[in-house]
């Protein structure tokens, strides 16, 4: 049961114009809510979090914008660099269940020059 | 953000040897960490939670007697896969959180001749 889903498993983009990554949930135990940048064969690098009492964070680049109403999240990353290329998971915090993360099955971005 | 190390970044073995991997938290102590496994295209799946002074918490369909997880101390976790066979040839990352954000190894990938 995919309770995290990431429906577009890639995403390319010219450089300089913005990424919009998707992500959906079931859970509504879930309380806080992650996006993590991954390479192939290495571990995912944290990017960007949000609790699930705000509906907005930014941080550079990035920015998380959560729709509790809707079970929807996505991550904005403007301007797109070549180096943002690589696979991005949204993941899902359970606050009730040992804090277990719930991960979507990724999307792949590249950015073209 | 805090370190997660992991060793080995990769090892080969024999089908019916054990394997284990080590997981620090090398800037922070963890009570809790976690291990994970990622196939090839898909999504990392947790497979146990493994908790400071006591017994691992494993997933659904996740043989524990197979995967052997010890945390002996607030800084260090250890999988060993047991008698490994090609099919558990995966990439295996391990996470920890110092508070709210669970941040990851670099991966081990395991190859099973």
């Known amino acids: 049961d995919q309770q995290v889903k990431q429906n577009s498993p890639s995403l390319s983009v010219q450089e300089g114009r913005i990424s919009i990554l998707n992500c959906d949930y079931t859970?509504?135990?879930?309380?806080?809510f992650l996006w993590y940048k991954k390479y192939p064969a290495e571990g995912p690098t944290f990017l960007i979090s949000?609790?699930?009492?705000?509906d907005k964070n930014e941080d550079g680049r990035f920015t998380v914008f959560l729709n509790k109403s809707a079970k929807h999240l996505s991550l904005h990353i403007v301007p797109s660099q070549p180096g943002d290329s690589a696979v991005y998971f949204c993941?899902?915090?359970?606050?009730?269940?040992?804090?277990?993360?719930?991960f979507g099955a990724g999307t792949t971005v590249t950015v073209r020059a | 953000g805090a370190v997660v190390s992991q060793h080995p970044s990769w090892v080969i073995c024999k089908s019916g040897t054990s394997v284990k991997i080590e997981c620090r938290s090398l800037d922070f102590q963890a009570t809790t960490m976690f291990w994970y496994r990622q196939f090839p295209k898909q999504s990392l799946m947790l497979m146990a939670t493994s908790n400071e002074g006591s017994k691992a918490t494993y997933e659904q369909g996740v043989e524990k007697d197979k995967f052997l997880i010890n945390h002996a101390s607030l800084t260090l976790s250890t999988l060993t896969v047991t008698s490994a066979h090609p099919e558990d040839s995966s990439f295996y990352i391990c996470?920890?959180?110092?508070?709210?954000?669970?941040?990851f190894g670099p991966g081990t990938r395991l190859t099973v001749l």
């Open positions: 859970n509504s135990m879930f309380d806080y």
């Open positions: 996470s920890a959180r110092p508070q709210d954000t669970q941040y």
């Open positions: 949000i609790s699930s009492i705000k």
């Open positions: 993941a899902a915090r359970d606050g009730v269940n040992d804090y277990k993360l719930s």
